[in-house]
């Protein structure tokens, strides 16, 4: 979740301290500003308008599309393809974490097209980067079920088995995504990285003294009550234990109340919260994972 956090930090540390009727201001100002808190898309300052291109990573195979929704925004993402000699027949749906945009990301769609050889779709929330619109819960929602669809009707992706891959906020998406689409059955494994419980969870175990402003919070993605009601997709939980945001302890109790009959647990002892995935045999877990768990 990045800086934006400590920003949340400061907003949240200071009624603690303040007279009652300052404290009724700012719990009203974090009230109407937990969005741009949770939500920290203008971070770093040209994430709205300098989005990294995958020509600049050597990916040559890809397009960049447009995604419009049902309730008229219209979502930028790229579209990562295998090589169809040696694809897998894997389709990947990334939902990233609350700051920065899919540019940033490019380096890890790269070695899950080239070298995990699936096809990879980057799908960019509303209001972040190119995409339109501001973000909230409810049309992240929209989004990731537009990315899904999206996949379901192309014809070249119809077909393939979809992977859903999130990590910290995404994973959260990815979650929620998984137990709306359950019926169809196309959904052939989930990966979460360093994702969190739920957004009020985090706030008390995060910052102790905030945690009487925890029922302000109004951004809820309640992962713990939605992930025990999915119990036939793969899981796949990578969990950086030296992360500083979210604490691995959520990773932890995920896993536990997980009821998917096939459920993988996997910790990379120096992962921090924004650097997991660079740690040493990251890529090793996934791979391994959609060998004996995803391909048909
Ligand atoms: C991919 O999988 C689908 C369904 O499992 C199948 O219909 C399709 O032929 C496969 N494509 C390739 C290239 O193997
Ligand atoms: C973690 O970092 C320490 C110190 O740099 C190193 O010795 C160790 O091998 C690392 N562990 C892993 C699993 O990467
Ligand atoms: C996390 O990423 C931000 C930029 O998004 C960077 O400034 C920060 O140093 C990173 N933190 C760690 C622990 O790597």
């Known amino acids: 979740m990045s800086s934006a956090l400590n920003t949340l930090i400061s907003y949240l540390r200071v009624p603690v301290m303040a007279s009652s009727g300052i404290a009724a201001m700012l719990s009203l100002a974090l009230y109407f500003k937990q969005n741009e808190i949770i939500y920290p898309r203008n971070f770093p300052p040209d994430a709205r308008t300098d989005v990294p291109r995958p020509l600049q990573f050597g990916i040559s195979s890809y397009e960049e599309l447009r995604i419009p929704t049902p309730d008229g925004e219209s979502l930028s993402a790229f579209y990562l393809r295998a090589d169809k000699r040696t694809s897998r027949n894997i389709t990947i749906l990334m ?24 096809n990879v779709i980057m799908l960019q929330y509303r209001g972040y980067g190119l995409s339109t619109g501001t973000p909230n819960e409810k049309g992240l929602m929209i989004d990731a079920q537009t990315g899904l669809d999206y996949i379901r009707q192309r014809s070249e992706l119809r077909g393939t088995q979809i992977v859903l891959y999130g990590q910290s906020l995404g994973g959260a998406v990815a979650i929620a995504l998984t137990a709306r689409n359950t019926k ?10 360093n994702t969190f419980l739920s957004i009020r969870k985090l706030i008390p175990s995060a910052f102790p003294p905030a945690r009487f402003l925890t029922p302000l919070c109004h951004q809820i993605w309640p992962s713990e009550e939605t992930l025990p009601k999915i ?15 979210v604490p ?47 391909v048909r």
């Open 231 to 245: 119990t036939d997709v793969p899981f796949l939980f990578l969990s950086g234990l030296q992360d500083e945001i």
């Open 184 to 193: 169809q059955g196309d959904i052939a494994g989930v990966i979460l990285e």
């Open 248 to 294: 691995a302890s959520h990773m932890a109790q995920l896993f536990q109340i997980c009821r998917s009959k096939v459920k993988i647990w996997k910790e990379l002892p120096n992962g921090t919260h924004n650097d997991t995935v660079a740690e040493p045999k990251y890529f090793d877990y996934i791979d391994a994972f959609i060998a004996e768990h995803v």
């Open 95 to 118: 939902f990233h974490g609350n700051a920065g945009n899919i540019g940033y990301r490019l380096p890890i769609g790269k070695v899950l097209v080239e070298d995990l050889r699936c």
